[in-house]
C-alpha cells in the first residue's frame, strides 16, 4: 500500500519487481489495485491511499 493513487503506482511496481527480483520472485498473473482511500471517501489528495497485489511464484 502506499499514499497516492492508481496514476502514482508505476515506481510503486518498480520498487515491488525489485525486491521480487532480489527474493527469487517471479509474478503469477495480472496485478491488481485497490483504491483504499479515494475522492469517494475523502476530499483531500494527500490521504489517498491505493493497493497494490501481485500474485507470486518462487523461482
Do not use: K, W
Amino acid at each position: 500500500s502506499f499514499r497516492g493513487t492508481h496514476g502514482q503506482a508505476a515506481p510503486r511496481y518498480e520498487q515491488l519487481l525489485g525486491y521480487m527480483r532480489e527474493h527469487g520472485l517471479t509474478p503469477a498473473g495480472p496485478s491488481r489495485e485497490i483504491a483504499l482511500i479515494d475522492d469517494i471517501i475523502s476530499d483531500d489528495p494527500a490521504t489517498y491511499v491505493t493497493q497494490i497485489t501481485v500474485p507470486v511464484s518462487l523461482g
